[in-house]
């Protein structure tokens, strides 16, 4: 079965290379949204065009031999051409592509493209926006509507961060407009917006209450975790210094598990700063049968028991790890009982910080730490 997906632009019809033009002039059946289908010649939109139902999914798991698809700009990029290859593998897919926002959008603003971020707004979180400004990066942000500028306006600022923001409308059309962005100004629905920082912002800092693994720490602690793209649980969040610092390094989320309804509030608040996706889970363990992210990772900062130590290593898939952090004697003995029926590293470590000592100062050491680091797997 083939199918063949052709993108155009704000520029229409005229802007199609002679190629695409006659094999949509060829076609029978043309799905497509409403205001792609208008940029047919008349004959053609009557005869051809049909308007995509919604919802969109199942008309794509039943597209049949033959027919086109119009679709925006470059229809592998974030667009319904990425869909369609994902949902229906046994398509002989052919697509021809016409140039995409984002590279409309580096073009207008001379911004190398290789060196900017791009993050879709359209039906997904937009948060991976803030992680982006925080570190310094030239950002494009694909909207979902005329609403996103503000939208991301108001994130950056709950952040406490500071972008040059610029609105890109209709680009390639004769309608299309670059300006700044202010927060009276009526945007055309079909647009991107571009965000450039100064600087990156510097070293997160986390909103708390007291319950906050130290920064040395939670740098090793960190590190014995190996952040990825994928997803932390972090058992006794606290503040969720562990598991939004992982996830800032590797680019993954966070699942937090906090009894206190407060500190679960913080966590939630911390994320958003950091611009880290997180799902918060109120109690003292999580239903580790609920429907949550299968964990790359798992982080044990409170609460550590035999039975969550069991039921996170029999949800770790192969590869995964665990670290569990304990302070108290009690449970650094039960650390050395899962070594030694699990397997894994202990360590030990303490951190000693100068402090006044009469008329002096002296090493005042903190209260040692035991680490049990296990990866699934490894004997």
Known sequence: MTVTVVGIGADGWAGLTDGARRTLLDATV????????????????????????????????????????????????????????????DLDLHVIPHLSSFALACARLRWPAEEVTVVSAVARDPSPVVRAVRAGRRTIVLSESGATPAHLADMLREAGLHATITVLEQLGGAREKVRPFRRNLRVDDLNVVALESAAPAGEFDFEHDGQITKADVRAMTVAALRPTPGWIWDFGAGSGSVGITWALQGGGSVAAVERRADRAERVARNAARAGVPVEVVVGDTADLTADLPVPDAIFIGGGLTEALAAACVGVLPSGGRLVANTVTVEGQCLAAALRARYGGELRSCTVADLAPLGGGTAWQPRRPIVQWVFVKGEA
């Open 30 to 89: 043309i799905h497509g949204a409403p205001r792609h289908l208008a940029f047919l010649p008349a004959g053609l939109a009557e005869e051809a065009a049909r308007p995509w139902p919604s919802p969109l999914l199942p008309a794509i798991d039943e597209l049949a031999d033959g027919v086109h698809v119009l679709a925006s700009g470059d229809p592998m990029f974030y667009g319904v051409g990425a869909t369609i290859a994902r949902r229906r593998p």
